[in-house]
């Protein structure tokens, strides 16, 4: 009986959702163990908008987003190429790259990513900045079990890490839904002011589990 009540307990817990307002994960370690994953019931999407902030000194490529499916390993993949300097979001293994970004390193940077399924546009914000728009793929949803984590690259569902594709660094403030989100709100997320929280993946209310060596720790922030 004591045994059952334990694991009733593990799992409720497991399944509360968590406020991380004011925290990020700090990924101190090049491993290809480490990485946090995030739980969502959603299974079909027609569009999605992805928002994070990241911070990094890596010089080399690092995925900082990924969301895997048993059809394709980079279904929504927000991914920066360093030897081309670009950030590339990937959809249903399609790619498209956005060159000429400010991407500093030790630097808070905001990053957004939409795509609209219906007419398979693609679009990059940079600190609200946006990007043109670019087709990559149009006409069918991301669909099936998804995975999704940061702290590592899928080059399969659920794994096939690369140690040089891993992130070091820290990650706050990460946002999906399952929507384009408007201009005006990805500037709001930007600027930090009200914004209408994620409906996928809401940083405020997030159910989210830890693997390996990644911390949760209060945001850095710069003091005048």
Known sequence: MKVLLLLLMITACAALT????????????????AYVKFNTSRRDFDAITVCLRSFTDLKRDHGLFSLSTPNNANDFLIFWDNT???????????????????YKPNTWHSICTTWDGTTGL????????PSIRKFTISGSNIGGPVNIIVGQEQDSHGGGFDLKQ???GMM??????????SACEIQNYVDERNFTPGNVLNWRALDYQIIDKV????????CY
């Open 18 to 33: 968590q406020d991380l307002s004011g925290k990020m994960f700090t990924f101190p370690l090049e491993t290809n163990r």
């Open 84 to 102: 081309n300097k670009e950030m590339e979001p990937h959809i249903k293994n399609k790619k498209v790259e956005y060159g000429g970004r400010d």
């Open 122 to 129: 693609t679009q990059l914000w940079f600190n609200g900045q």
């Open 166 to 168: 891993s992130f070091v």
């Open 172 to 181: 706050s403030d990460v946002h999906m839904w399952d929507y384009v989100l």
């Open 215 to 222: 911390l949760l720790e209060n945001k850095v922030t710069v």
